[in-house]
T-cell receptor
Framework: NAGVTQTPKFRVLKTGQSMTLLCAQDMNHEYMYWYRQDPGMGLRLIHYSVGEGTTAKGEVPDGYNVSRLKKQNFLLGLESAAPSQTSVYFC??????????????FGPGTRLTVL | AQRVTQPEKLLSVFKGAPVELKCNYS??????LFWYVQYSRQRLQLLLRHISRESIKGFTADLNKGETSFHLKKPFAQEEDSAMYYC?????????????FGKGTKLSVKP
């Protein structure tokens, strides 16, 4: 199993450009999450999904949109990138039952720079 | 409001010395707490969870409800322990069990 994968690994955008980050998991997990990681700020939740077709806002959702059309995929979109969105983005997933249901499994991250 | 505080941004110790990474939380109920670790150029991964009462890679963490703390400890630090450590609290109240992360502590173990 590949676990949680993220595409792309790196990206540089100009202010105002748009892009989509893809997260895929092959563990049949119901829950998926998007975080951003900034120095001195730790991990902050952007959006999350509790199942196919459902999404919800996290702590810092402004400027981002998400979609969960397929259970295994969770997309994070930036419609008009801003320098404040320069960050490392992590996707995570977790199961809803079983002994490790509370464990979140993380992807390798996407480093995004907005100029 | 639920909150996780890691007071130290950076902790530097010598190899073989004891290490304690501090974590304090605010929550009036029974908390579920975790430690996640991120080694250089690797993804975050679960280190341990308090309900398991386990020791992973020599690390232990005890929940102290009186002091609302969940400090991570290891008696003899190794160079390979150098990493970023995040304490996390499971969020309650209709949020689907999301985690609230602290800001992290970078542990540096010197030879």
């Amino acid at each position: 199993n590949a676990g949680v994968t993220q595409t792309p690994k790196f990206r540089v955008l100009k202010t105002g450009q748009s892009m989509t980050l893809l997260c895929a998991q092959d563990m049949n997990h119901e829950y998926m999450y998007w975080y951003r990681q900034d120095p001195g700020m730790g991990l902050r939740l952007i959006h999350y999904s509790v199942g196919e077709g459902t999404t919800a806002k996290g702590e810092v959702p402004d400027g981002y949109n998400v979609s969960r059309l397929k259970k295994q995929n969770f997309l994070l979109g930036l419609e008009s990138a801003a320098p404040s969105q320069t960050s490392v983005y992590f996707c995570a997933s977790r199961a809803t039952s079983g002994g490790l249901a509370d464990t979140q499994y993380f992807g390798p991250g996407t480093r995004l720079t907005v100029l | 409001a639920q909150r996780v505080t890691q007071p130290e941004k950076l902790l530097s110790v010598f190899k073989g010395a004891p290490v304690e990474l501090k974590c304090n939380y605010s929550y009036s109920g029974s908390p579920e707490l975790f430690w996640y670790v991120q080694y250089s150029r690797q993804r975050l991964q679960l280190l341990l969870r308090h309900i398991s009462r386990e020791s992973i890679k020599g690390f232990t963490a005890d929940l102290n409800k009186g002091e609302t703390s969940f400090h991570l400890k290891k008696p003899f630090a190794q160079e390979e322990d150098s990493a970023m450590y995040y304490c996390a609290l499971k969020k309650y109240g209709g949020s689907q069990g999301n985690l609230i992360f602290g800001k992290g502590t970078k542990l540096s173990v010197k030879p």
